[in-house]
């Protein structure tokens, strides 16, 4: 207890002190969503490894982030101490919200951490595996009913890219968007839909429990420590990942933007992330630089295409 | 009885000086952020989760349950004193418990609220212990069109809060629910009534409505009025504490709330505001008096509260047994437990045992020490009335404020003047509250309004999506059907009772009728 109060006060002081490298880190959501998490975590990890001695979050939520993104765009303009935390949700969101700000206007930095997207049903569902799910929709794709998340979602758009790499109309699909993936996992468990669909972490404990069953996973290899084939070996040609990202303002130098790179690199590094991706069950899917850039340019387009064969995008 | 055993080794853990220590700043801290407008439980629970990185495991999870049940106790006070709820949980509380206090019986209200409280904490944390896994599937078979049935229910409620006019009660509620439909349609996607503001697109959050037609909607019309000075309060009127009138009228009403806010509260759709509404209509039904509702019966006060604090531990019976966390203080405590390595769900009792019971009986430990906190500070509270009203509206004013602008961060540059959309919102909703005030409008219609229509219209399209169209799916099971039937009866009893002309009351409801 003391030495809490202590580190706390002490930490308090020393931040009074440094100026040199402050970050001030946006988390375009409420407190305690995914990208807030994240945002928290860096704070954590950037200053007990005395990287950064001082470290601010704030949050600014709606709209899938896109509030946060346009606010960042505008008021970071050349600030190489401001940074914000996003994902694959902005990508989709950006388009679905027609948003005047779009992720080219910022500097991405690097990907953080991503989650794949898991397809499950009700341990007695008479769909056994991928290839029976494939078979069911090809038959009649309403049929079918998925519980996923928002519509336009990451949930939804991996949904849409299955039907398609298996030859079945995306606007076919019959996908009922619930809350989030915890109130779509009650609608799966309480046998009120087909199937559901979602990142495998929301998942993972009834999987373990055995009153699910994980029939596919979005990823491009099979994943250590998840018994599951993936989309691709059950015959749908799909591999997604739900990344988390960091990015810095735009406007800002080459040295600077190699300046923070350096930094976040070395934070990804560092034991205390490493514990909190361990803590948190997140994947280490570390790419930073040009890499980056050109999987995030990708992303983009792919997910443009998909959502408005979806329809959700003119 | 391995259940008992386990139960005694998590009071031990709990009853830790340390821990004690943890509950006693978590049950303080979440009463402060209950009787703030606009700062809930879920906010400060966020804000500390850093804090909580350098604690130990155990002793963070008991002040996050403190803080909880906390807010769920704390948003009461002002809800009867003020009549500005803290969060949304609390609105019915004020229908009753305002008028309860107008009349100088501020204290027993105070009291049937906590006592209230506590027996339905009490009750709802030892089933949480002992009958979790039922109560998880009884929930679980709750889907789109159980939830529709339940909704058309929670709406018969409304028609008990129209206050004397059921045109105007109408009105109200149609202002919330045309207000439900603005943001993004959940279902495909697309904006509906954002005028293409991007703020718009989360839709109208039900904790600014709440406070912006309560608090600042009441702050003007108290200054409008004139009513500084003039209106003598009367903090007090007979005794302070309740009388045995009061708790022979309670006590139903405590275990009724209890058996309503605890299944409810597990459901992954429900909450305790849905919950608080079904009691409050519950209690009106049952009443021996049912002429005082809307003047100030205390039914109206014991059942409702009751209802949101069991909903409040019902909540945590999905968290724990499948990781499902079903509001935002739920999904903010899942961030805590997976941030010390443990994952709730149907292993979490095998694989985290003695962290499990530690939480719940330190849940039984929060509650206790509420009741003991707050119980005393009953004839404090209401001395607050007898605050001169300038500094006290002004207060309320800075903390409507300050909750919205820590809600909602965003801000927009008006030249060189930063902007909080938020609290546009806030002021602009105040005006609108004071309005209807003024016409003599009843205000919980609204929020009501805002907090079931866009549940009800979900669940609908859910279950008409999930059967391809056919209308028939939302009658497939029984609970749909009893629902069903229990929502035709609210709506119909009254109505054949009128026509028969029975009972002084619904002859009393008719002559009010415009």
């Known amino acids: 207890m003391k030495h809490f109060f202590l580190t706390t006060l002490v930490s308090g002081l020393l931040t009074l002190s440094a100026h040199a490298a402050d970050y001030k880190i946006m988390a375009p959501a409420a407190p305690g969503g995914g990208w807030d998490q994240t945002a928290r975590s860096m ?10 001695s001082n470290v601010q979050v704030t949050n600014v939520p709606g709209a899938g982030g896109t509030i946060g993104l346009a606010q960042f765009v505008n008021q970071a303009n050349g600030d190489p101490s401001q940074l914000i935390v996003g994902g694959y949700v902005m990508v989709g969101a950006i388009l679905t919200n027609n948003s005047p700000v779009t992720l080219e206007q910022v500097t991405p930095i690097a990907r953080l951490t991503g989650e794949y997207e898991a397809i499950v049903v009700p341990a007695a569902s008479d769909i056994k595996d991928m290839a029976g799910l494939v078979e069911k929709l090809k038959a009649d794709p309403g049929s079918v009913s998925w519980a996923g998340g928002s519509a336009g979602g990451t949930d939804h758009i991996t949904a849409g890219l299955i039907a398609k790499a298996i030859g079945v109309d995306p606007t076919k699909v019959n996908y009922i968007a619930f809350s989030g993936g915890g109130e779509a996992l009650a609608a799966i468990l309480g046998n009120q839909v087909t199937v559901g669909i979602s990142g495998y972490g929301e998942f993972a404990e009834q999987v373990k429990a055995g009153t699910l069953r994980l029939i596919g996973i979005s990823s491009d290899e099979r994943i250590e420590g998840i018994d599951a084939p993936t989309f691709k070996e059950g015959g749908a040609d799909v591999s997604i990942q739900n990344w988390r990202m960091v990015a810095a303002a735009p406007g800002i130098t080459d040295e600077q933007k190699h300046a923070i790179t350096a930094e976040i690199g070395k934070m990804a590094k560092s034991a205390t992330w490493q514990k909190t991706l361990n803590d948190k069950g997140w994947a280490d899917t570390f790419l930073a630089g040009d890499e980056f850039s050109k999987q995030l340019n990708k992303d983009i387009e792919s997910t443009t295409v998909i959502l408005k064969e979806i329809g959700l995008v003119k | 009885m391995a259940t008992f055993d386990l139960l005694a080794q998590g009071l031990l853990v709990a009853l830790q000086p340390a821990n004690l220590l943890y509950a006693l700043i978590g049950v303080t801290l979440g009463t402060a952020v209950g009787v703030l407008p606009g700062i809930g439980p879920a906010l400060t629970v966020a804000l500390l989760l850093p804090v909580t990185y350098k604690l130990d495991p155990a002793g963070s999870l008991i002040m996050f349950a403190g803080i909880y049940y906390g807010g769920m106790y704390g948003g009461s006070t002002t809800s009867i ?24 019986r501020g204290g027993p209200a105070l009291a049937t609220a906590a006592i209230g409280s506590f027996v339905a904490g009490l009750i709802a944390t030892l089933g949480l212990a002992f009958i979790a896994p039922t109560v998880v599937k009884f929930a679980l078979s709750f889907g789109p069109s159980e939830y529709f049935a339940l909704m058309l229910l929670a709406f018969m409620t409304v028609s008990a809060a129209f206050g004397e006019s059921t045109l105007r009660g109408l009105t109200a509620l149609v202002i919330g629910l045309a207000l439900g439909l603005i943001g993004i349609d959940q279902l495909t996607g697309q904006a509906r009534l954002t005028m293409g503001l991007p703020n718009l697109f989360d839709g109208i959050s039900v904790t600014t409505l709440a406070v912006a037609l309560f608090a600042i909607g009441e702050t003007l019309a108290v200054v409008a009025g004139h009513r500084f000075g ?15 009138a009061d708790w022979k009228r309670s006590w139903m009403p405590w275990l009724r709330g209890t058996a309503i806010g605890f299944p409810i509260g597990a459901m992954p759709a429900g909450g305790a505001d849905v919950a608080s509404f079904l009691s409050y209509s519950a209690e009106r039904n049952f009443s021996k008096h049912p002429e005082e509702f809307g003047k100030g019966a205390i039914e109206g006060v014991a059942g409702p509260e009751a209802a949101n604090n069991a909903s409040a531990a019902g909540t945590l019976v999905p968290l724990l047994t499948l990781g499902l966390p079903t509001t935002a203080t739920a999904a903010i405590m899942l961030a805590g437990f997976q941030q010390f390595g443990m994952q709730p769900g149907p292993l979490l009792f095998v694989t985290n045992a003695p962290l499990v019971w530690g939480l719940i009986a330190s849940l039984l430990v929060a509650n206790l020490m509420l009741l003991v906190l707050n119980l005393p500070l009953i004839g404090l509270w209401v001395r607050l009335l007898t605050i001169p009203k300038p500094w006290l509206y002004a207060g309320i004013l800075v903390f409507a404020t300050l909750g919205t602008i820590g809600a909602d961060g965003s801000t927009s540059m008006l030249g060189p003047v930063p902007v909080s959309f938020g609290l546009g919102l806030l002021l602009a909703f105040g005006v609108l509250g004071y309005l209807l005030r003024r016409f003599g409008y009843p205000i919980a219609p609204v929020v009501v309004g805002l907090i ?39 709506l119909l009893l009254p109505l054949w009772l009128r026509m028969r002309g029975r009972g002084k009351v619904l002859a009393q409801l008719a002559t009010d009728e415009d």
């Open chain 1, 43 to 52: 704070q954590a990890a950037l200053q007990d490894e005395g990287i950064s």
């Open chain 2, 452 to 490: 079931l229509g866009p549940m009800a219209e979900k669940s609908l399209r859910q279950a008409l999506q999930i059967s391809q169209g056919d209308p028939m799916a939302l009658f497939h099971s029984w609970i749909a059907i009893a629902l069903w039937l229990l929502a035709l009866t609210a």
């Open chain 2, 230 to 244: 003039g209106e003598k309060a009367q903090a007090i009127k007979g005794s302070v504490m309740m009388t045995r």
């Open chain 2, 81 to 104: 004193l003020l009549n500005t709820p803290g969060e949304s949980a609390s609105i019915v509380t004020a229908l009753e418990g305002n008028k309860m206090a107008r009349q100088g």
